[in-house]
């Protein structure tokens, strides 16, 4: 017997993020005296973070004709993350070596309670992805050049250096394991 399907486990991540991330943007604003556009580009991460494997779940919004059911695929993957920019490489689901690189920036940060070796933060990714123009799936962007634009809101939680990160992009949720410097 299953305790979570799969039908609820997005929005009990969804549920879970937002519990963690209590912080308003009032809030934010008061502490940081920053403004809304300041608040929204985020705060540049200060380690350097290398990423090793990817698991992706696949919710198939866009994709009219599949039969509406989701799929998982294990994606071997690398990347690195330092400085506020991001790059990396992965297997996408078509079995096709893919590459992204962009911005990684981040909403809030905080650690739990008064144990500083748990840290949480929520933030997104912005960049451009290689690797999808043979997969007629996005034939629409694709066809006039050979990059998709990369939207991808990212959670991630951490023991000490180790930690684990929570993507949402498009239709698919993917996770990652990582290392922090």
Known sequence: MKIITKELWLPLLVLITVCLTQKTYADAAENNNTGFWSAAWGN????????A???SYHLLFFMPHSNGQG???????????????FAGTFVNTYGI???????QRYWWTDDFG????????????LGIIYGYA???RWDAITRYQPFLPFPQIVSELNW?????QIGYTADVVSAMLYLRF
Do not use: C
Request: aromatic share 14%.
């Open 44 to 51: 540049t991460p200060e380690s350097t973070t290398i990423y």
């Open 53 to 55: 494997g990817m698991w």
């Open 71 to 85: 799929h998982d695929d294990n994606n071997p993957s690398l990347s690195v993350a330092t400085h506020g920019f």
């Open 97 to 103: 070596q893919s590459y992204a690189a962009g911005v």
């Open 114 to 125: 008064s144990n500083d070796n748990w840290h949480y933060a929520l933030g997104y990714r």
């Open 134 to 136: 043979q997969t007629h």
């Open 160 to 164: 000490k250096q180790a930690g684990v």
